[in-house]
Nanobody, 129 residues
Framework: QLQLVESGGGLVQPGGSLRLSCAASGFTLDYYAIGWFRQVPGKEREGGSCISSSGGSTKYADSVKGRFTISKDNAKNMVYLQMNSLKPEDTAVYYC??????????????????????WGQGTQVTVSS
């Protein structure tokens, strides 16, 4: 059974850091593009960062560029999101998502939620003093 499980969320003060993890099971990440998204109540899910199926390229939304770093460890079947200089507006539920190898795959990675097929359950990040 294909599954993504996020962890690492929590409460952090403004300016602090967190590292989110996304563990994949039931499949290997080698040929999957992965994205990290976030959502707050009443708003659409927002793409923050993504990494290509090869792991060789990344993209970031302007809102997180320079502060967040996405990485992929195929050997451990894990994806990470290092979040630094956190701001209150980063408060959200964070989701990882996988875009499987197929003719429709956006191999370079995408910040659009509808390009992804598999989703984790999310982990809450709260940035507050």
């Amino acid at each position: 059974q294909l599954q993504l499980v996020e962890s690492g969320g929590g409460l952090v003060q403004p300016g602090g850091s967190l590292r989110l993890s996304c563990a994949a099971s039931g499949f290997t990440l080698d040929y999957y593009a992965i994205g990290w998204f976030r959502q707050v109540p009443g708003k659409e899910r927002e793409g923050g960062s993504c990494i290509s199926s090869s792991g060789g390229s990344t993209k970031y939304a302007d809102s997180v560029k320079g502060r967040f770093t996405i990485s992929k460890d195929n050997a451990k079947n894990m994806v990470y999101l290092q979040m630094n200089s956190l701001k209150p507006e980063d408060t959200a539920v964070y989701y990882c998502a996988a875009d499987p190898p197929s003719p429709k795959q956006v191999a370079a990675g995408s910040l659009r939620p509808y390009d992804y097929t598999y989703w984790g359950q999310g982990t809450q990040v709260t940035v507050s003093s």
